[in-house]
């Protein structure tokens, strides 16, 4: 089974940085797109960032310019850098990674747990 564990979120003060990792374990062949979302207090989830196997990333209006999100292949881990963080970036963050877990295998798609960001003085 393949599963994302997430780590890095808190609290923080507006202005402030965090750096949030979600690292992928099982047995897993390739990890084609990951990316990052959030669902703020009383919100539908919705799209923060990803990154694709071809090295193309996209990101949401709202967090361009201030989050950076990055992958390593190696170690199958999705970071996501955000700088200058604001009330309105308060969410719980949860990784999505999708992958094969065999060279003929289909892709799927998983969802990591969910880590809390809390931005407020």
């Known amino acids: 089974q393949v599963q994302l564990v997430e780590s890095g979120g808190g609290l923080v003060q507006p202005g402030g940085s965090l750096r949030l990792s979600c690292a992928a374990s099982g047995s897993i062949f390739s990890i084609n797109v990951v990316g990052w979302y959030r669902r703020p207090p009383g919100e539908q989830r919705e799209l923060v960032a990803t990154f694709t196997s071809s090295n193309s990333t996209d990101y949401a209006n709202s967090v361009k310019g201030r989050f950076t999100i990055s992958r390593d292949n190696v170690k199958n881990t999705v970071y996501l850098q955000m700088n200058s963080l604001k009330p309105e970036d308060t969410a719980v963050y949860y990784c999505?990674?999708?992958?094969?877990?065999?060279?003929?295998?289909?892709?799927?798609?998983?969802w990591g747990q969910g880590t809390q960001v809390t931005v407020s003085s």
């Open positions: 999505q990674m999708i992958l094969r877990r065999t060279p003929m295998g289909i892709q799927t798609v998983y």
